[in-house]
């Protein structure tokens, strides 16, 4: 069975661009979250969706928005890109609920010049 | 969810048990330690994970005190495949948030 896959795998943008993300979960999983990975530092947790519904939201300002789709792939979106938002982000997905274990996906690399 | 303390480095040979520490004494009754583990380059790839009593999978094994205050991760045989930062996590109840440490980078050594 397919991982968790994301894309693109890189991407390079400027300040004040916008970028999407986007991310399909492992089939079956119902729960998608999205994490920050800044160079020498653990993921940083950013969203959690299930059901389509937010049911978690981490330190970061509005200009991170998130959603997930009725067949629960999910996308994130940052607008006005700041240089400190270069960084590695990554979705996990789990089935949902209770001590399920998140399962993730390779990530992507953004690069803001 | 509880905050982890874990060893910055550690050294192992190949072929040897590797054995990985941390300390989670803020954990409570009905939080989880969950094992990750991330090679270069790549996502987190998920291990282990308990609530009181050891587990074992094809991965590795997971050994959990009585009072729950830490937990060591054994990976019986490893290989230089192996080398990666390695995070223990306590909680979260829900399955959601997950709140990464700064892990240890355990390095095995031909």
């Known amino acids: 069975d397919a991982g968790v896959t994301q894309s693109p795998t890189h991407l390079i943008k400027t300040r004040g661009q916008h970028v999407t993300l986007r991310c399909s979960p492992i089939?079956?999983?119902?729960?998608v979250s999205w994490y920050q990975q800044v160079l020498g530092q653990g993921p940083q947790f950013i969203f959690q969706?299930?059901?389509?519904?937010?049911?978690g939201r981490g330190n970061f300002p509005d200009r991170f928005s998130a959603r997930q789709f009725p067949n629960y792939s999910s996308e994130l979106n940052v607008n006005a890109l700041l240089l400190g938002d270069s960084a590695l982000y990554l979705c996990?997905?789990?089935?949902?609920?209770?001590?399920?274990?998140?399962?993730f996906g390779d990530g992507t690399r953004l690069s803001i010049l | 969810d509880a905050k982890t303390t874990q060893p910055p480095s550690m050294d192992c040979a190949e072929g040897r048990a590797a054995n990985l520490p941390c300390n989670h004494s803020?954990?409570?009754?009905?939080?989880?330690v969950y094992w990750y583990r991330q090679i270069h380059s790549q996502g987190p790839q998920y291990i282990i994970h308990?609530?009181?009593n050891n587990e074992t999978n094809e991965m590795a094994s997971l050994i959990i005190t009585e009072d729950r205050k830490s937990s060591t991760l054994i990976l019986p045989h490893a290989t230089l495949r192996d080398t990666a930062v390695y995070y223990c996590?306590?909680?979260?109840?829900?399955?959601?948030?997950?709140?990464f440490g700064e892990g240890t980078q355990l390095t095995v050594n031909p």
């Open positions: 969706y299930y059901e389509k519904e937010e049911r």
């Open positions: 803020t954990i409570s009754g009905n939080e989880y």
């Open positions: 308990g609530l009181k």
């Open positions: 996590i306590g909680g979260p109840t829900s399955g959601s948030r997950l709140t």
């Open positions: 996990a997905s789990s089935l949902g609920g209770g001590n399920q274990p998140q399962h």
């Open positions: 089939s079956g999983h119902k729960s």
